[in-house]
């Protein structure tokens, strides 16, 4: 017998799974089968997991822009504790919503 999986929800946090994006896409284009749109959701996820290491912006006209930012070596605080710590210098990711979709995030429904 295969279990179903339960997803949880929170009411504030809500998470997209790749399995549910697939499905919705499949849904809405019929003509297209679901090995064709996972494997198209692969290549555009690694390509833009490339393109990111490579230090390049990762944009999808009207929607978001990625990109990697390096953030300094040096001493820094922990909040919690007040103790100074050494951080390596290491890369981190800045996302900008477009104004468009952040307005439809932040409507009331």
Do not use: H
């Amino acid at each position: 017998m295969i279990k179903k999986r339960k997803r949880i929800l929170n009411k504030n946090k809500l998470s997209i799974v790749k399995s549910d994006l697939i499905k919705e896409l499949a849904n809405n284009y019929p003509n297209f089968l679901r090995k064709d749109l996972t494997k198209l959701f692969d290549i555009v996820v690694y390509e833009m997991k490339n393109s990111l290491k490579r230090g390049e912006r990762v944009e999808l006209r009207d929607i978001f822009a990625i990109e990697p930012r390096i953030q300094k070596e040096g001493m820094r605080r922990n909040p919690k504790t007040g103790e100074k710590i050494f951080i390596k210098k290491k890369k981190t990711i800045l996302i900008k919503i477009s104004k468009e979709w952040s307005k439809k995030i932040n409507e009331k429904v």
